[in-house]
């Protein structure tokens, strides 16, 4: 199974900031890596798939981004919306997996 | 707009079966894989398997595959999730998900909770 190792586990950031959250792949997934948003007691929301693509509907301050196999979403100009469980998940390869998550907090 | 409507959830004791059912609307249901997703009390996510769109063809966790069971009426526009011989660790949320255009699983519903327990 493809691992996905995501970090940080938690984070805490004030309103404003920047705010990066990667996932490292165990092994090649090419673009195939998407992020969700995940807000207390909701279900998760489609930010980005493709690893750079925002879906519709998503501020354009999320954005994803690659190097190799890490993956990155970073989320500019933080507001207190934005608090939530950020996922990032595979789907390369059966079977599909997903990172550990990272709860982040704003401050 | 689309809607994912899970239902069936509840407690159950170790070793029971259970059915959830996922009812959509707001698209045509005929058109698209579909999937079921997990969600743990610790908030951990694991992908249960999915269907194709005109259930012929199913894909599953390894781990989960002997005791799960993925099915559909496009008629009903509905999606199953038939779980037998649940243990403690089947407590969960159960999320049922579209699969898009991209490939990947763009709209969710709402959730349906597991509890197993005696």
């Known amino acids: 199974d493809i691992q996905m190792t995501q970090s940080p586990s938690s984070m805490s950031a004030s309103l404003g900031d920047t705010v990066t959250i990667t996932c490292l792949a165990s092994?090649?997934?090419?673009?195939?890596l998407s992020w969700y948003q995940q807000k207390p007691g909701k279900s998760p929301k489609l930010m980005i798939y493709?690893?750079?693509n925002l879906e519709d509907g998503v501020p354009s301050r999320f954005s994803g981004s690659r190097s190799g196999s890490d993956y990155s979403l970073t989320i500019n100009s933080l507001g207190y919306d934005d608090e939530g469980i950020y996922h990032c998940h595979q789907y390369y390869e059966y079977p599909l997996t997903f990172g550990s998550g990272t709860k982040l907090e704003i401050k | 707009e689309v809607q994912l409507v899970e239902s069936g959830g509840g407690l159950v004791q170790p070793g029971a079966s259970l059915k959830l059912s996922c009812v959509a609307s707001?698209?045509?249901?005929?058109?698209?894989?579909m999937s079921w997703v997990r969600q743990t009390p610790g908030k951990t996510m694991e992908w249960i398997g999915d269907i194709k769109y005109d259930g012929s063809y199913t894909n599953y966790a390894p781990s989960l595959k002997n005791r799960f069971t993925i099915s559909r009426d496009n008629a009903k526009s509905t999606l199953y999730l038939q779980m037998s011989n649940v243990r403690s660790e089947d407590t969960a949320t159960y999320y049922c998900?579209?699969?898009?255009?991209?490939?990947?699983?763009?709209?969710w519903g709402q959730g349906a909770s597991v509890t197993v327990s005696s």
């Open positions: 493709g690893a750079t």
């Open positions: 707001g698209f045509t249901f005929s058109d698209y894989w």
């Open positions: 092994q090649d997934i090419g673009n195939y």
């Open positions: 998900t579209r699969v898009g255009n991209s490939y990947v699983m763009d709209a």
